[in-house]
Nanobody, 125 residues
Framework: QVEFVESGGGLVQAGDSLRLSCAASGRTFNAYNMGWFRQAPGKERDFVAAITYRSGSTYYADSVKGRFTISRDNAKNTVYLQLNSLKPEDTAVYYC??????????????????WGQGTQVTVSS
């Protein structure tokens, strides 16, 4: 089992950038594909981005493609989400998650086994 702690959220203005980090505990971090999800108040948890365990491939939701970038540093047991050109509709709690479903990158939350506690991102207009 891997545990995660997210950080880097905050209150920013539209057009600003943030970098979210998700630090993992445990020695098997590099065996998991990783994903980022977000949940706005009153809405379901939505897929944002995913990355393979060796950083060979990435996958993005259409709503963030070209603005957000997922990356990971297995030596630091950390996955990142760079958020650029933020919009008010990006306001949500952002969660990182791990999956041992390695066949392909997936946006299905049910495929992810371990989740962080979330970090709040608020974008004002």
């Amino acid at each position: 089992q891997v545990e995660f702690v997210e950080s880097g959220g905050g209150l920013v203005q539209a057009g600003d950038s943030l970098r979210l980090s998700c630090a993992a505990s445990g020695r098997t971090f590099n065996a998991y594909n990783m994903g980022w999800f977000r949940q706005a108040p009153g809405k379901e948890r939505d897929f944002v981005a995913a990355i393979t365990y060796r950083s060979g491939s990435t996958y993005y939701a259409d709503s963030v493609k070209g603005r957000f970038t997922i990356s990971r540093d297995n030596a630091k047991n950390t996955v990142y989400l760079q958020l650029n050109s933020l919009k008010p509709e990006d306001t949500a709690v952002y969660y990182c998650a791990a999956t041992n479903y390695l066949t392909t990158l997936t946006k299905a939350a049910a495929r992810y086994d371990s989740w962080g506690q979330g970090t709040q991102v608020t974008v004002s207009s």
